[in-house]
């Protein structure tokens, strides 16, 4: 689920924009809303919000000066420009910085709408990018996702809560509420016939859509595809069934099912293919990488007990389930069926450890992918889960974890791009989120404020131990705040009541009449 922010020195407007539209739907947290760009500034600096719909024109701080400010502490963050009529070119100024949403006031509620979701898919088509970065590697990532989703699938009872708690766990690597999906299931194919109907159906593929990801899935005598579906002529793809029906003792009779998104496909899907005890799977029909699913369901489920009942404060109760669940994987025999559970262990655990690191990922489900030893799979998943349990111990550990944030801001306050993501990604490699709810938690501050205050607290020591020595310029730059000194004035006004320069004065002249 994406984070977004509403920033508008309008009152009205932003509490439409938060109330009208149905986030939920959109599969979008809205964090709050703001009413200038310091405010919004600050808030995005304690909770990294995805998406920042933001006003041209504000108090304070501008919404291009807020774009240019956080593009410099993180070029991923997404924006939405609101403008009117007379701002829009003024509002172009934002290109320079990736922005590629406008939106002309008034605006309605389906012109947002179109905006977070094409945002949305720009969002994806980054994940996209980067598993297309290094083709050979991440195709065997991509398919062991995709085998963990339907292991843990296949365990489900028939409940919705159950199997949208299961999907989340996979909305980081994969899109599973914007794009719509389309699925076939073409039957009567008998078990020596579906690989040809793959074979043909990678070569009409490659013909018409070239790029178009495939996978599927075949049951007894029933051959499954899907694939997203935007932008696909179905009428297109309909005439690949003409096709195959020339081939000797094939059937082409079939049913096709559209789908907003690939959550509501998997929710239709899975519930017809848990009553078979193997079913053969693949994320690419261009590849030649099958695994066969065991559907042991008891197994599976107790499994995934295990190792969601692993993530525990307590210790004595992580080593006991961990006993337990070493114990349940050493009882499997088939190799295959193993790989299968450690796979979704493996998802499961670096979900539960508060971090996400797509190259850990990547190199340890290819390990399993490769590994032929059981008892090495199983030792090298027990130190993984080891791993994974210590990071999440280490976000658990409340005052060690809020000092080391102070210590690192006592000796990087200076440093104009200091930031809780920059702490995250250069000192404690830790979820940015959840540090700073850690911090919050912690503290009762947010992490925002504290940085402020701290410069300030080091602007005010500066000033007093070196009199006029500084220009106002160089103690901004000296605590931080050199490549926006109007800012440095702003909060520090907000945080004493004064300008820098009447404190100074302030401070200056009491020392010449104490020295009298």
Not at 2 to 26: G, P, Q, S, Y
Not at 103 to 119: A, G, R, T, Y
Not at 327 to 352: E, G, P, R, Y
Request: glycine share 4%.
């Amino acid at each position: 689920m994406l984070k977004l922010l509403i920033v508008d020195d309008e009152r009205i407007i932003r509490e439409t924009m938060a109330t009208i539209i149905d986030w939920n739907t959109l599969d979008i947290q809205l964090i709050g809303t703001a009413k200038d760009g310091i405010e919004a500034y600050n808030i995005i600096l304690d909770e990294y919000p995805d998406i920042v719909l933001t006003d041209i024109k504000m108090p304070a701080l501008s919404g291009i000066e807020l774009i240019a400010k956080i593009h410099e502490i993180n070029p991923q963050t997404q924006f939405i420009i609101l403008s009117g009529y007379g701002e829009f070119e003024y509002a172009k100024k934002a290109m320079q910085y990736g922005v590629k949403h406008y939106l002309l006031k008034p605006c309605n509620e389906m012109q947002i709408v179109d905006s977070i979701k094409n945002i949305k898919k720009d969002y994806f088509q980054n994940i996209t990018h980067f598993m297309k970065e290094d083709p050979e590697t991440n195709i065997n990532v991509f398919h062991s996702i995709g085998v963990s989703i339907f292991t843990s699938c296949l365990s489900l009872p028939s409940d919705t809560c159950a199997f949208q708690n299961i999907i989340k766990t996979y909305s980081k690597y994969l899109d599973v509420q914007t794009t719509p999906y389309t699925l076939y299931y073409v039957y009567y194919t008998p078990s020596d016939g579906y690989l040809e109907i793959i074979q043909q159906l990678s070569h009409f593929k490659t013909q018409y859509f070239p790029g178009l990801l495939i996978q599927s899935l075949y049951v007894k005598n029933t051959l499954i595809f899907y694939y997203p579906s935007d932008n696909i002529d179905t009428q297109i793809m309909e005439q690949f069934f003409t096709e195959i029906s020339e081939v000797k003792e094939i059937s082409s009779e079939y049913k096709s099912l559209s789908f907003s998104n690939l959550s509501d496909m998997l929710q239709e899907l899975v519930p017809h293919i848990k009553r078979y005890d193997s079913i053969y799977y693949t994320s690419n029909i261009d590849t030649n990488i099958f695994t066969t699913l065991n559907n042991y369901q008891n197994i599976i489920k107790e499994t995934q007990d295990l190792i969601s009942e692993i993530f525990s404060d307590d210790k004595m109760q992580y080593q006991t389930h961990l006993i337990s669940l070493m114990s349940l994987l050493s009882s499997v025999s088939n190799l295959d069926f193993l790989k299968q559970l450690a796979t979704s262990v493996t998802i499961t655990a670096i979900s539960k450890s508060r971090t996400f690191d797509m190259e850990e990922i990547s190199n340890f489900l290819i390990y399993i992918e490769h590994e032929d030893s059981s008892s090495e799979i199983r030792r090298q998943l027990e130190l993984h889960i080891e791993h994974c349990y210590n990071h999440y111990l280490s976000g658990s550990t409340t005052i060690s974890l809020s000092s080391k944030i102070k210590q690192i801001v006592e000796q990087h306050y200076g440093n104009p791009n200091l930031s809780l993501k920059w702490i995250s990604e250069n000192c404690l490699f830790m979820n940015v989120d959840y540090l700073s709810k850690r911090f919050l938690k912690e503290t009762g501050n947010k992490f925002s404020k504290y940085l402020i205050d701290y410069r300030i607290f080091k602007a005010k020591q500066i000033m007093a131990t070196s009199g006029t020595d500084y220009s106002i310029q160089q103690i901004a730059d000296l605590i931080g705040c050199g490549n926006n000194p109007q800012y440095f004035s702003q909060i520090f006004k907000k945080s004493t009541g004064i300008t820098p320069s009447k404190y100074m004065k302030t401070l200056y002249s009491r020392q010449e009449s104490n020295d009298i």
